[in-house]
């Protein structure tokens, strides 16, 4: 269960797949059906899906293949993974609490924006289904950076946008990766629970 920290801030960073939406079991199927479409021989549990989780997707493959010594088709996993999540995305749900804790940071006047490991369109359409289009000023996705999490880099360029110094931001994150980032901008950081 997410318990929002009694500590204020002037800028949050909320992650958005598996912390505003509850997208993580569907991205789990999507990833194994594209690498089974790629016949890559590799299939994923929870555990080892959310030891990546926050990573940007071609980042996710080159990791697989170095650890596992593969020759994965990023493109090709990539392809039928994004095209089994659109064909599915009417699963996803919002995390409620974590949503109403977005809404009461924005309503005190505090700065909030969305760093995703995700593609914009992706992110842009899952932020839509769960009702929270246009909600956030600020989203930063893995196109805008060059390293994603666990660099730095995406909770950097958010707190930069939003005018906050990185010592003045909460990132909410449900992956170890995300608050491995998070620790490396210098910003304090919570973790939502995930079932995973």
Same mark, same amino acid.
């Given at each position: ?91 996803? %749900?919002?995390?409620? !609490? $974590?949503?109403?804790? #977005?809404?009461?940071? /924005?309503? =005190?006047?505090? +700065? ?20 929270? %289009?246009?909600?956030? !000023? $600020?989203?930063?996705? #893995?196109?805008?950076? /060059?390293? =994603?999490?666990? +660099? ?29 980032? #998070? ?14």
């Amino acid at each position: 269960m997410f318990i929002p920290p009694k500590k204020s801030y002037l800028g949050y960073i909320f992650d958005c797949d598996g912390t505003l939406a509850d997208t993580m079991p569907l991205h789990l199927r999507a990833w194994n059906y594209g690498l089974k479409a790629a016949n890559s021989g590799l299939e994923l549990d929870g555990h080892s899906f959310m030891s990546v989780a926050g990573m940007a997707l071609e980042q996710t493959i080159k990791h697989w293949n170095e650890t596992h010594s593969l020759q994965i088709d990023a493109e090709v996993v990539m392809r039928e993974k994004n095209d089994y999540f659109k064909r599915h995305h009417e699963e996803i %749900d919002p995390i409620i !609490p $974590v949503l109403e804790f #977005a809404r009461s940071c /924005k309503a =005190s006047g505090a +700065a909030v924006s969305v760093a995703s490991g995700g593609e914009r369109p992706d992110v842009l359409e899952t932020l839509r289904l769960i009702c929270m %289009d246009g909600f956030f !000023p $600020v989203i930063t996705t #893995a196109e805008d950076v /060059k390293h =994603s999490k666990p +660099a730095p880099d995406l909770f950097l360029l958010a707190a930069e946008k939003m005018g906050i110094a990185p010592a003045d931001c909460l990132v909410i994150e449900d992956s170890l990766l995300g608050i491995e980032a #998070a620790d490396t901008a210098g910003m304090d950081s919570v973790l939502v629970p995930h079932p995973f």
